[in-house]
């Protein structure tokens, strides 16, 4: 044991000992701060709108970063929701259209960012109106025709729905039909629907498929104003004429409607990294989305459904970090995921250096502490004749050690005092030859 003691106190065993500590914390930091994955998976939308045309450019520009983006085609925001939710899916992130989530039921999701406006587009068969004040302004107007709303799990069933309520229309009186896009606009140019809800951006591949169909207008929003105030996830934008198709002279005429926002959504767990990733692609993406909206103003802040993730909070109001503003985007993970590990573990040790003196006497003392223990058994031979050479060469042993030590200033007594003691022990054993 008292070998043991010997060999545990150390200097060099403290230094190991405290060198192993250091690298447990750094290995626990480590796995406590994952890098971002190489890998997502995206749910978009129908392979014809928008959201799935956001997500191939988007898969582009992650690609230049190393970041393999898989995109997911559904059949829209209530079912990215569901993929969203289910943890076995493997879906991380999501385009959701405002105003349709129950954000109460996904407590674990936040928002990246909004990325363009979604106007609510009710194209009409004028024709099918002409004895009922055409042109189209106010949804009252539909009643009694064959209207298509949207299909089950689309942002556009859950917006015109919500709609058709506040305007005290039940689906009955319109006929309503729930349909694909694709379904819905067969139908229109085939004349079987007199009217078509869909939910999709000015740059929609969707809606050039309604340009060709004979006789086929765009509503305006009479009631815009009262719309946005009674659902606050919706804004008035104005359309000019001809913003659509200047060929096909879509819309006629200056027309207002009613804009969701569609938002890119994660989970609360996301990469810091890969926020700044996500933006800074979007930012270049968005660049040439500016029919409706003003160019810079997306990705924004809002009229999100989710609360706001805050390193996209920080990105929105700040722009990207100094290590993602100059270096490769790897790079920046590292050296930010080495950063986030070293700060803490510096917190921890700059205290610890203002106990460095203190750490430094104990040591000392543990070492004339060695040295006490063995003069002691020293004296305490002193008389046995049999030992007394064996004392002899233990003491030299010990003036040897007790020589080389060196201490501060503030230490010299302690030192002194210990080869007093050694000499008294030396006279002891000369005494007694």
Partial sequence: MPSLKKHFFTPWAIALSFLLLLAGLFAVLWVLIPPPPKTIEMATGFPTGLYYQFGERLKTELNQEGVNLQIKATGGTLDNLALLSDPKSGVGFAMIQGG???????????????????????????????GDGSP?????????????IGNDGSGTLALSQAMLKLS?????????????????????????????????????????????????RLMSFDQADAYARNLPYLSKVSVPRGLLSIEYDLPRQDIQVLAATA??????????AMVSLLLGASYDILKSYSRLQKVGEFPSSAGLDF???????????????????????WTAVWVGRLMKIIIPLLVILIPLFTYLPTATNLLLKLKLARVYEELKRIDRNAHNSDLREKNFRDLESIEARVGNIKVSRLDAKELYD???????????LNQLK
């Avoid at 938002?263 to 810091?272: F, M, R, Y």
């Fill in 100 to 130: 349709v989530a129950n954000t109460s039921q996904y407590p674990d999701l936040v928002s990246i960012a909004g990325m363009f406006y979604e106007p609510i587009w009710v194209w009409y068969r004028d024709a099918s109106f002409k």
């Fill in 418 to 428: 210990l080869k007093g003691h050694v000499g008294d022990v030396r006279s002891r």
């Fill in 136 to 148: 189209v302004r106010t949804l009252s107007q539909l009643k009694g025709k064959r209207v298509s």
């Fill in 263 to 272: 938002t890119l959504v994660a989970h609360d767990s996301i990469s810091p």
């Fill in 307 to 329: 609360p706001l993730q805050i390193d996209a909070e920080i990105y929105l109001k700040d722009g990207p970090s100094f290590l993602h503003r100059h270096l490769p985007f």
């Fill in 168 to 216: 005290g229309i039940t689906e009955k009186e319109i006929q309503a039909e729930k349909l694909k896009p694709d379904e819905a606009i067969k139908k229109l140019n085939n004349g079987e629907l007199d009217a078509v809800f869909i939910v999709a951006a000015a740059e929609a591949p969707i809606l050039k498929q309604f340009y060709t169909i004979p006789g086929v």
